[in-house]
């Protein structure tokens, strides 16, 4: 049986606000919108957070209420609270299945703490939710290192990030040949992207042994660049495209 692994605290140096060694947090809406949670449940958390509330969030939802899906939308999660987050996707007292951070500021150097934890397989995660949290072709390169080897994750979401071609390009590699569980992909609303990737996006569709549903609305591709992706997943059954 695999020994237990403590969370690590983040650097008291990078912490934005001095903590003592009471762990309750002062943020009254956070412990009653925990307190009221169940057991194995969903936690939906919208409001700003600090570094300590992230970490309050940990020990009370995560680890105590075991939720499934934790998910913090525009809680200004930074890359110090993506950081914290990581470490505790690789404490086996949990069993988290979703981690849904939408419209955060968890940028390259969050993910960069996010995909080091989910490399291992010592997780129970499948979903994995960066909408809008200035994503670069960077983040991307370091989510693509981490899918050659997960082999939890099933849907992945980037969508409304600063991701162009170049990304893309190196994500869908990663997909194509080195991953077999990924079946959602979000890249929506990266208005960078453009029909220099339909070629590779078409070889994806065509050729991934576990993908069914890729969502690239609002991008920047042309009408004919839509078209013919469109063709390619009309010749496949239950595969689902919106372009």
Excluded at 91 to 119: F, P
Aim: proline share 1%; hydrophobic share 35%.
């Amino acid at each position: 049986m695999a020994s237990k692994k403590k969370s690590k605290k983040v650097p008291h140096e990078v912490m934005n606000e001095s903590t003592d060694n009471n762990s309750e947090s002062e943020n009254l809406y956070l412990r009653q919108e925990i307190a009221r949670s169940p057991m194995y449940s969903t936690v939906y958390l919208s409001q700003d957070l600090n570094e300590r509330d992230i970490e309050y969030v940990v020990e009370e939802a995560v680890i105590k209420k075991q939720c499934r899906v934790l998910q913090l939308t525009r809680c200004k999660v930074t890359s110090i609270g993506a950081f914290i987050l990581a470490n505790t996707l690789n404490n086996t007292e949990n069993i988290l299945e979703e981690l849904l951070l939408l419209d955060n500021r968890v940028g390259d150097e969050g993910v960069l703490h996010l995909v080091k934890a989910l490399s291992t397989n010592e997780n129970n995660l499948k979903v994995l939710d960066l909408t809008q949290n200035r994503i670069s072709n960077v983040g991307v390169k370091y989510l693509a290192e981490m899918i050659q080897t997960n082999e939890r994750l099933t849907v992945l979401r980037i969508a409304g990030n600063e991701i162009g071609n170049q990304g893309i390009q190196i994500l869908i590699n990663a997909i194509q040949y080195h991953n077999k569980t990924l079946e959602e992909l979000d890249f929506c609303t990266n208005r960078s992207i453009d029909d220099e990737v339909v070629d590779c996006l078409i070889q994806l569709i065509k050729h991934s042994q576990t993908l069914k549903r890729l969502f690239l609305f609002n991008c920047n591709m042309s009408p004919n660049g839509k078209d013919k992706l469109m063709k390619t997943q009309k010749k496949l059954d239950n595969f689902w495209l919106m372009v």
